[in-house]
């Protein structure tokens, strides 16, 4: 993948239930998502709601998950919008990534169809191999996995939404000290760590994947490619207590 031709899994593209697709955008990044084999928790217009971005830039890789809500549009706008702005301005560090999260919640406003009622979470993150920065508004989750140590839980948990009921980008042009909140932060990245961002389908309600089972893929000894598909062969099947809902993920890691 070039800074020209960035990484795009739309909802709408990928819908086959009981299968998923991987790819591997840049150096130590793997991307991955599954519409679940199983019978969604959640009701959906489509079979898979899920839409991912990733653009390879020079000095570091950035991605965005957008999982939409009664259907797929206004993920698909997020992940296009994304793509368009990180090639054209990047945003590294969390609070150029939360203005951006912002920005597309007006994106989605004016792209998406007036019949059309979709919303989506959305986590964004610009990964190096010292350092991974995030902004997050809903439930999707960045998880840190550490040699040696538990997983961590880098981002809390939220109900919001980009094109929702919260007025993110108004609320921001009128200066409004109230403004809905987007949670963000930094992190450095420790010799052989993994980070993991995943749509809310990696909770164990959805996939039936223990914390404890999700580390124990990630600090595996395989090529990262490897781990993320035996994370996607579980999470996303029935068989395993998984595959209640859409999963997407993406693997980084600071050693490859």
């Known amino acids: 993948m070039t800074e020209s031709n960035p990484l795009l899994f739309l909802a709408t593209e990928n819908p086959i239930k009981g299968s998923f697709r991987l790819e591997r ?4 990044v793997v991307a991955a998502t599954t519409a679940g084999d199983g019978t969604p928790t959640n009701h959906k217009l489509t079979a898979n709601e899920d839409s991912l ?14 999982d939409a809500h009664f259907g797929p549009t206004s993920g698909e706008i997020a992940a296009r919008a994304f793509a368009r702005i990180m090639l054209r301005n990047p945003a590294r560090g969390p609070d150029g990534l939360r203005e951006l999260l ?16 979709s919303e989506t979470t959305a986590v964004a993150v610009s990964f190096t191999p010292r350092s991974i920065a995030w902004a997050n508004v809903g439930d999707s989750v960045v ?7 538990s997983i961590e839980r880098l981002t809390p948990p ?13 609320a921001r042009d009128v ?12 992190i450095a990245m420790p010799p052989g760590a993994v980070a993991l961002m995943a749509s809310d ?7 039936g994947m223990s914390e404890a089972r999700l580390c124990e893929i990630l600090m595996g000894s395989e090529p990262l490619d490897t781990r993320v598909a035996r994370l996607m062969s579980e999470a996303g099947s029935a068989d395993h207590g998984g595959g209640r809902d859409n999963l997407t993920v993406v693997a980084m890691t600071s050693v490859e």
């Open 25 to 28: 955008p840049a150096p130590g």
């Open 53 to 66: 971005a990733v653009v390879a830039l020079e000095s570091s890789t950035t991605a965005l998950i957008a």
């Open 102 to 117: 912002i920005d597309l919640d007006r994106v989605i406003r004016a792209e998406r169809p007036a019949d059309d009622s």
């Open 143 to 149: 998880f840190l996995a550490v040699p040696g140590r």
């Open 158 to 170: 939220g109900i919001d939404f980009l094109g929702g009921s919260v007025p993110y980008a108004a």
């Open 175 to 186: 200066g409004n000290l109230a403004m809905p909140f987007v949670e963000c932060g930094s």
């Open 201 to 207: 389908g990696i909770e164990r309600a959805y996939s």
